[in-house]
């Protein structure tokens, strides 16, 4: 609890300041990556600004990026960020391949999307200070990852899969399953091992995982327990970390499943390209912009969607009730990037949105 509290105290700092953490990152950014192909190319030492920055590098889809990718992930070192990545998240694409492979190199792993968790963690102990997350187990349901058959050093999968395989030694110890039950690629025989192993146990205060996932999980567990609702399986449960997809239509789904007024929900936005929100108040259905995690943000507004050059805002100019399209720079490689997501903006300082 002080560790989570410290990292709050950080939070509430962004929350009223994300301009100085923004124009930190740009830099930092630009910093590290400056001797990288991609770096050269568009003279990231000699960039002073945010200007100079939108001005010499051109907007980035997934197409326009692939190729780097590619080459990364057969073993060229410093093409997008610096030294060799073997670590790729695999998302469905909305470009037109199938599927598109995100760098998460350990900058990455560890400066955004393992940092992207603590903090979701403080924001949820700061709102519920009676989670007991670090004293009981929490059930992590995770996606599965494989070797490239040309290259095996580099290895790729859902970025769930990713996170699971590198958490850190302090977590591991308060999760369950164990790792290789929840890693493997089967997912009806993983669904089949995870429900028979986690129906035994009552200590389980958490979980986190895709929607559709856990529904089958749950009602398999059930069939298992001959239990009514998830409640009379796991009697300490206190609150689920969702994210991935729209949660409204599966609410009632899990109201019923955990019929309690005191279970808590926490929205995340944590996709393959790095985790961007948290929900910092749980009485409100918007989340928190994490604006000092490893990722500088632009945002475009709709009237320059279709231009080949949009203008973009940065954080302290961002109207609230507007749609935006999300650019990221982030601390994997991914330079004026377009997640393909649009937001809404609910309020500012502390900067609050919804997808």
């Known amino acids: 609890k002080p560790y989570l509290k410290l990292r709050m105290r950080r939070i509430e700092r962004y929350m009223q300041e994300p301009e100085e953490?923004?124009?930190?990152?740009?830099?930092t950014l630009l910093e590290t990556a400056r001797n990288t192909?991609?770096?050269?190319q568009y003279g990231f030492s000699e960039i002073r600004n945010f200007e100079e920055y939108a001005r010499e590098v051109p907007v980035h889809d997934y197409d326009g990026l692939k190729g780097h990718i590619m080459r990364m992930m057969h073993g060229e070192e410093d093409v997008l960020w610096?030294?060799?990545?073997n670590?790729?998240?695999?998302?469905?694409?909305?470009?037109?391949?199938?599927s598109k492979f995100i760098p998460v190199p350990e900058s990455n792993l560890f400066g955004c999307h393992i940092a992207g968790s603590w903090d979701s963690l403080a924001l949820l102990y700061e709102n519920r200070p009676d989670m007991e997350i670090f004293r009981y187990k929490n059930l992590v349901m995770s996606g599965s990852f494989t070797a490239l058959e040309e290259y095996p050093k580099t290895r790729y999968g859902d970025v769930s899969a990713v996170l699971t395989e590198h958490m850190p030694a302090i977590g591991r110890l308060f999760y369950t399953p164990d790792f290789e039950t929840v890693l493997q690629p089967n997912?009806?025989?993983?669904i089949e091992m995870v429900a028979e192993l986690t129906s035994k146990r009552d200590d389980i205060v958490m979980f986190g995982g895709v929607p559709t996932w856990l529904i089958v999980l749950f009602r398999l567990i059930l069939e298992k327990t001959g239990k009514s609702n998830m409640l009379e399986v796991w009697p300490r449960l206190q609150a689920y970390m969702h994210g991935g997809v729209g949660f409204e239509p599966y609410r009632q789904t899990f109201r019923e499943l955990i019929p309690s007024d005191d279970f808590a929900y926490q929205e995340i936005y944590n996709a393959s390209e790095g985790y961007f929100g948290a929900q910092c108040d749980l009485t409100r259905k918007d989340m928190l912009l994490l604006t000092d995690n490893g990722v500088f943000y632009e945002f475009v507004p709709m009237e320059e969607w279709e231009k080949q050059h949009p203008a973009t805002v940065t954080?302290?100019?961002?109207?609230?009730?507007?749609v935006y399209a999300i650019l990221i720079s982030a601390n994997n490689g991914l330079w004026r990037y377009q997640p393909g997501d649009t937001v809404v903006f609910t309020?500012?300082?502390?900067?609050?949105?919804?997808i």
């Open 21 to 27: 953490a923004q124009e930190r990152w740009l830099r």
């Open 82 to 85: 610096p030294g060799e990545v």
């Open 347 to 354: 309020r500012k300082y502390p900067h609050c949105f919804q």
């Open 87 to 98: 670590w790729y998240s695999k998302s469905s694409g909305t470009t037109s391949d199938k």
């Open 315 to 322: 954080i302290g100019d961002v109207e609230i009730g507007k």
């Open 37 to 40: 192909a991609f770096g050269r």
């Open 187 to 190: 997912f009806e025989k993983k």
